[in-house]
């Protein structure tokens, strides 16, 4: 028996020479098992898939930096997180989902007050009613 904190753990059987093991835990990006393996990854940081993604892309950009100067109240903050997990998608993805474009339609569409007074805010509402279908 085993108290915690004791270090003297029963010995372990000896593998085979010619056994291997592997435990992988959680990957991030390329990963090779074995012997004389290559791996060749292509990372597309920032990338749209299309041209209306990369436009809308430009207008979160672009929004975003606008709405950093306005004062932060719940609306803004609200708004810029889904602006922010938009940019983040379409960076990662390629483009954004549509269930995302939805949501980010809908809270654009109760900021009419701050597209409005933003000059960038149109830009982004109409990138967004394009891909939505509106």
């Not at 993604?53 to 609200?78: K, P, W």
């Not at 597209?115 to 149109?122: E, H, R, V």
């Amino acid at each position: 028996m085993t108290m915690p904190g004791d270090d003297s753990a029963p010995p372990r059987t000896p593998r085979d020479a010619g056994e291997r093991s592997v435990h992988i835990s959680g990957v991030t990006g390329s990963v090779s098992v074995g012997d004389h393996n290559s791996v060749h990854s292509v990372y597309r940081a920032g990338a749209a898939d299309d041209e209306a993604h990369l436009q809308l892309l430009e207008a979160i950009v672009e929004f975003r930096a606008g709405l950093a100067q306005l004062v932060r109240n719940d609306q803004t903050r609200s708004l810029d997180a889904e602006l922010a997990d938009t940019e983040a998608e379409i960076r990662d993805q390629g483009r954004a989902t549509p269930g995302r474009l939805a949501r980010l339609g809908d809270l654009l569409a109760g900021a009419t007050a701050l597209t409005g007074l933003l000059a960038s805010g149109q830009g982004l509402v109409e990138r967004v009613r394009d891909l939505v279908g509106m």
